[in-house]
């Protein structure tokens, strides 16, 4: 099948580009003694997985236990939960993982601890981290004395293992909260064999910011107009692509592509580069500034140079990792050469 016959709207990732972007990161943290646990959240896709540890990543992060079931029936065995487990059936889902692969997962609270040390309790040992909250104000111990408590408490539960911490994103602040952390930790016996932080739009300033021991990255397998903004990535480092189609013309400033909320999500950019929900590389003055469910309003006021009407676009979305979510499949490509569909096995599991 030729790429430019395939029906829109439709993602499209270009595998020579992915591949460039894990070599990246993997040399980075080789350079730096860090391992690499991507987060597999953005592209949901097992074969992707197994290549990040082909080239060398020490296991996967999912955030659900719904992504970790379908990344084990792939065959991937080292994973990381990074995300609050709570009650009675997470704990037999976690349960039922940890005897097929070696699982760990991270808690902030003593409710997540009951519930992962019920899973504990079926005779295959979890490890744990307790995470912790550096300004972020999203889950994690906001407090010094919380983190070594609830290590001390996984530490005296039977089928737990105290594995170390977590935080999300790593910062100059994660940095200067470790340095008052391990010294209260080592003197209570709890020494963090792995301290795991994430986040790709700093990854490559990780190791100036904290003694970190893992590195979690999950959107720098693909890119988009966010770590752009950051300056984490080029436009030509982003990987997926959204493949649209001018239907409608109302107006000389304006066109109707067939793409809407349930497409593109409706991440709007905290800063960098432009407004609206997506960059449109071959006319950079085209703004994308009203979603509808089906529908994608393109604001071409600013543009030296204007779409035609049934004109095929390509769209960087501004989050990708909800556009992943968004799709059944996508589209493989190397270069502008169309490999096949790929299921995005993992979506909508987020339970």
Not at 22 to 35: F, T
Not at 157 to 168: A, H, K, P, V
Request: aromatic share 4%; net charge neutral; glycine share 10%.
């Amino acid at each position: 099948m030729d790429l430019a016959s395939l029906e829109t709207p439709v993602p499209v990732v270009d595998l020579d580009i992915v591949e460039a972007n894990l070599k990246r990161m993997q040399d980075y943290c080789d350079a730096h003694g860090l391992a690499l646990r991507p987060h597999i959240k953005t592209h949901k896709i097992p074969a992707l997985a197994k290549r990040q540890v082909e080239l060398g990543a020490k296991g996967i992060t999912c955030q659900k236990l719904g992504e970790a079931e379908v990344m084990a029936d792939a065959g991937l065995d080292d994973i990381l939960i990074s995300y609050p487990l709570i009650g009675e059936a997470k704990a037999e889902r976690l349960a039922a993982l940890a005897r097929r692969v070696r699982m760990r997962v991270s808690i902030d609270n003593p409710l997540a601890l009951e519930t992962v040390a019920r899973a504990g309790r079926h005779g295959h040992e979890i490890g744990v981290l307790v995470e912790f909250d550096s300004g972020n104000g999203r889950t994690g111990v906001t407090s010094i004395d919380g983190v070594v408590e609830l290590a001390r408490a996984i530490r005296a539960t039977q089928g737990l293992r105290f594995d170390g911490l977590m935080n999300y994103p790593v910062s100059a602040r994660t940095g200067e909260i470790l340095r008052d952390m391990l010294p209260r930790l080592k003197a209570e016996g709890l020494e963090p064999a792995v301290i795991s932080g994430g986040g790709t739009p700093n990854a490559f300033r990780t190791h100036e910011m904290a003694p970190v021991t893992e590195l979690r990255v999950g959107t720098y397998i693909y890119n988009d107009r966010m770590t752009v903004g950051a300056g984490h990535a080029r436009w030509d480092d982003c990987a997926l692509t959204l493949h649209v189609t001018v239907i409608s013309r109302p107006e000389p400033h304006r066109a109707i592509v067939d793409a809407g909320s349930k497409t593109f999500a409706a991440d709007i950019m905290p800063g960098g580069p432009g407004e609206g929900h997506g960059y449109f590389p071959a006319y950079p003055g085209a703004k994308l500034h009203k979603l509808s469910e089906e529908h994608g309003m393109v604001d071409l006021s600013a543009c030296e140079r204007r779409p035609a009407l049934g004109e095929r676009l390509r769209v960087v979305p501004n989050h990708v990792c909800p556009v992943s979510n968004l799709a059944d499949r996508v589209a493989f490509t190397r270069g502008e050469v169309f490999q096949g569909f790929t299921d995005v096995a993992a979506r909508g599991r987020s339970q």
